[in-house]
């Protein structure tokens, strides 16, 4: 099992930053890739950003240019750092590890963008 710790979470007003972390513990290791994903009212969760432990990263169209995504494999973390946050970036952000073929989530931080 994994067990996955966000922070950072809050409100913002448009234009504004926001960090957001998550740790994992349990048996971390051999972990693959961790990432953010986001779910607003009414809608899907999908991916914001993902990071594998060879440092590749993905993001999603909306956050390209604004969001950015890193990882410390030695301490199985993840944060992402969001800029120029948009009211539209409004929702429940989600930390996710991949291990061994499994995925495991966090209880989730709200991030709001309000002005």
């Known amino acids: 099992q994994v067990q996955l710790v966000e922070s950072g979470g809050g409100m913002v007003q448009p234009g504004g930053s926001l960090r957001l972390s998550c740790v994992a513990s349990?048996?971390?290791?051999?972990?693959?890739?961790m990432g953010w994903y986001r779910q607003a009212p009414g809608k899907t969760r999908a991916l914001v950003a993902l990071?594998?432990?060879?440092?590749?990263?993905t993001y999603a169209d909306s956050v390209k240019g604004r969001f950015t995504i890193s990882g410390d494999n030695a301490k199985n973390t993840v944060a992402l750092e969001m800029s120029n946050l948009k009211p539209e970036d409004t929702a429940v952000y989600y930390c996710?590890?991949?291990?061994?073929?499994?995925?495991?989530w966090g209880q989730g931080t709200q991030v709001t963008v309000h002005s």
């Open positions: 349990g048996s971390s290791s051999s972990i693959s890739a």
């Open positions: 990071i594998t432990s060879g440092g590749s990263t």
């Open positions: 996710r590890a991949v291990r061994n073929g499994y995925n495991y």
